[in-house]
């Protein structure tokens, strides 16, 4: 696989993050993560119970519909310069931020994956617990946008794999 079809998959996927915007138990330091930028000018800040029903029109394979059924809870929290224009106290916030999402490494998480090109650079963990299983990936990018989200459910790793996939096919 060349880096252009890397780089397309790993665009698809975070489409399929933003589209949705953001996933039952919650590890603390994302929750307080959440209530930390809650309200803040350039940040978008997404809670959903039932992610399953938003996620299903972005997903068309019949094995990835299956699995965004096991997705219980999605949470986002994102944050672009753009949309603060000369804010400097929001411009602050955000470039804190982006420092975070940079070097966010959740303990107690396997890392599935990384990617960086240049400025960009994403990774993905995945935790199994007893009430279900969790997910979360951080995105940054050249211009100090940038994402942390959360999924939450009875997914495997297969699973999520399965709904990036059927996501990146779509396209």
């Known amino acids: 696989m060349n880096s252009e079809d890397k780089m397309k998959i790993t665009y698809s996927i ?5 589209i949705t915007n953001l ?21 978008v800040v997404i809670n959903i119970n039932d992610a399953s029903t938003i996620l299903k029109d972005q997903v068309k394979s019949k094995s990835g519909r299956d699995a965004i059924k ?14 603060v224009d000369n804010n400097k106290t929001a411009i602050e916030k955000g470039k804190q ?17 990384s990617l960086t090109q240049g400025k960009n650079t994403m990774r993905a963990f995945f935790k199994r617990g007893d009430n279900g299983n969790e997910f979360i990936m951080a995105v940054t990018t050249e211009n100090e946008s940038c994402f942390i989200i959360y999924m939450g459910g009875q997914f495997t790793k297969e699973q999520i794999t399965e709904i990036a996939e059927s996501i990146s096919k779509k396209g």
């Open 97 to 113: 931020f982006y420092q975070t999402v940079r070097k966010y490494r959740p303990s107690g998480y396997e890392e599935l994956m």
């Open 14 to 18: 975070l489409f399929f993050f933003l």
């Open 70 to 83: 096991t997705i219980k809870k999605l949470m986002m929290v994102s944050f672009t310069p753009e949309t």
């Open 23 to 43: 996933c039952l138990s919650q590890p603390d330091d994302f929750r307080t993560l959440m209530d930390q930028y809650s309200g803040e000018d350039g940040f």
